[in-house]
């Protein structure tokens, strides 16, 4: 069936340290990608997605390439901050189904 | 502001006795879901609805009932709550045809004694 996994945590890093979660995942037909991130005490919110393959979604400072030869969408950071502490989950989506599937998530923690 | 509630933030409850979970989105989707968070399983979906009186079964539906009278609201029940119950429950919305993106509620979490 279709599923993501994902890098387990705890992640630790100091401030201004470079970002990698790798994501990979399995599924039938042309999924859509996501990343999405949990605040502590808060619901989840879409950090950035992907469409199809090669698509390269952004938004503060993330990044991650949809690629389809390796079935990866790993998010980056090139400099986290103490305010990227958070959970962070890959999901995927297929087209016509409303249906996300989602990761175990992993834990970040950045230290000032 | 586009929002999802949800409402209790907060329950305490003992096992057996009944309890609904409320949800409400503001944003006219007719895509609606609800969702459970358990440490080292993710997310894992419970029910589904597609529009008002459409809905259907997620992964882990057990012991889990719901219904979609209106758009805008689609309520968790929990007829008899049991501690494998305890957990974090998210609901969330979104336009359908997608998949789109889901806008996520703040989370309910429930302890059952």
């Known amino acids: 069936g279709d599923s993501v996994t994902q890098m387990e945590g705890p992640v630790t890093l100091s401030e201004e340290a470079f970002l990698t979660i790798n994501c990979t995942y399995t599924?039938?037909?042309?999924?859509?990608l996501f990343w999405y991130v949990q605040y502590p005490g808060e619901g989840l919110q879409l950090l950035l997605k992907?469409?199809?393959?090669?698509d390269k979604g952004s938004n503060k400072g993330f990044e991650a390439t949809y690629r389809k030869e390796t079935t990866s969408f790993h998010l980056e950071k090139g400099s986290v901050q103490v305010s990227d502490s958070a959970v962070y989950f890959c999901?995927?989506?297929?087209?016509?189904?409303?249906?996300?599937?989602f990761g175990k998530g992993t834990k970040l923690t950045v230290n000032p | 502001e586009a929002q999802v509630t949800q409402n209790p933030r907060y329950l305490i409850t003992v096992t057996g006795k009944k309890l609904t979970v409320t949800c409400s989105q503001n944003?006219?989707?007719?895509?609606m879901s609800w969702y459970r968070q358990d440490p080292g399983l993710g997310l894992r979906q419970i029910y589904y609805?597609?529009?008002?009186?459409?809905?259907d079964k997620g992964d882990v539906p057990e012991g889990y009932k719901v219904s979609r009278k209106e758009k805008r609201n689609f309520p968790l029940i929990l007829e008899s709550p049991s501690p494998n119950q305890t957990s974090l429950y998210f609901c969330?919305?979104?336009?359908?045809?997608?998949?789109?993106?889901?806008?996520f509620g703040p989370g309910t979490r429930l302890t059952v004694t």
């Open positions: 969330a919305s979104s336009l359908r045809e997608g998949p789109y993106e889901q806008y």
């Open positions: 944003m006219n989707h007719e895509y």
């Open positions: 992907a469409t199809k393959a090669d």
């Open positions: 999901a995927l989506g297929l087209g016509g189904s409303e249906k996300l599937v």
């Open positions: 599924a039938t037909g042309y999924p859509s």
């Open positions: 609805s597609m529009n008002v009186e459409v809905t």
